[in-house]
């Protein structure tokens, strides 16, 4: 059996009187690779970040990668999982240069601070930018990307620590139809690949869900409605309960349609 690298039990997150997580049970195994889709505030984006050891749950106990998850080791087990979120780059001050942003991820820094990196660094750092389409962009500051080049530029960036555990949180959200399927195109190639970390994608449309993703968990008001392998998940059924609309679910070769059921 593959180890497990995460694995939450009971886990919620409360803020205030809102459950933005409640009761998620979830293992996931070194040779899975999992989507997590649910509607806006369906708590993706909280889940990610738990895994990631940027917020603590109010309840329930996190492992990941083999360690539970206390306050004593998180800085540990952020550098040994790369998360690329909005809710990350939204604290990227808009004159950082794209290059000191995915330098500074070897440390787990966000924000150049005077660290001197040796060369081995800086090779891998464009040699990350290049293999997402964005070697020309490393002397551009970030606040001037457009959103595309940003998702990339994250996506590089938190991979330069070269993680264990890989969590995506809506990749592809705001690219337009090119960018999206080159972007989808090299999470799929680097999902196939064994060599790659683990990886968990976030998104809110089952078109989004690259080629390669072996598993999915349904979400929806904070709680998981479904979770296993992506062809047993993602049945119109679950779906349709999952966003709220009654849908019609398609698989095309290796990628995935949904669109709601036409009124008679
Ligand atoms: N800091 C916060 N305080 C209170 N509620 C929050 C906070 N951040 C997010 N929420 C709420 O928690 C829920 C889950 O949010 P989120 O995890 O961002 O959802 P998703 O990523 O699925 O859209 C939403 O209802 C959102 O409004
Ligand atoms: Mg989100």
């Not at 999992?34 to 993706?44: D, L, Q, S």
């Not at 500051?141 to 595309?148: A, K, M, N």
């Not at 995506?168 to 690219?175: H, I, N, R, V």
């Not at 195109?185 to 072996?214: K, Q």
Request: net charge negative; hydrophobic share 45%.
């Amino acid at each position: 059996m593959p180890a497990e690298v995460l694995r939450l039990r009971g886990v919620g997150v409360r803020r205030d009187d809102t459950m933005m997580l409640a009761d998620v049970d979830w293992v996931v195994h070194e040779d899975e690779r999992w989507v997590i889709v649910g509607p806006n505030g369906a708590g993706k984006t909280t889940l990610l970040q738990v895994a990631a050891g940027l917020i603590l749950p109010t309840e329930g106990l996190v492992e990941v990668l083999g360690e539970p998850v206390g306050h004593a080791d998180l800085d540990e087990l952020r550098s040994r999982v790369g998360i690329a979120s909005a809710a990350v780059a939204d604290q990227v001050p808009r004159g950082e240069k794209v290059i000191d942003l995915v330098l500074t991820a070897s440390y787990g820094l966000l924000g150049r601070g005077g660290e001197d990196y040796d060369s081995f660094d800086v090779i891998r750092a464009v040699e990350l930018l290049d293999a997402f389409g964005c070697a020309h962009l490393i002397r551009r500051r970030f606040g001037t990307l457009s959103e595309g080049e940003r998702k990339r530029v994250q996506i590089a960036r938190s991979l330069m620590a070269d993680p264990e555990l890989l969590l995506l949180d809506e990749p592809a959200a705001g690219l337009d139809l090119g960018g999206r399927e080159d972007v989808l195109g090299r999470i799929a190639a680097f999902a196939h690949d064994p060599r790659s970390p683990v990886l968990v994608l976030v998104t809110h449309h089952v078109e989004e869900v690259p080629d390669g993703f072996t598993h999915a968990m349904l979400m929806r008001r904070g709680m998981v409605l479904a979770a296993g392998r992506v062809g047993e998940v993602f049945t119109e059924k679950n779906l349709s309960r999952c966003f709220g609309v009654p849908l019609i679910v398609e698989r095309l070769a290796t990628r995935w349609m949904a669109r709601a059921v036409p009124p008679r």
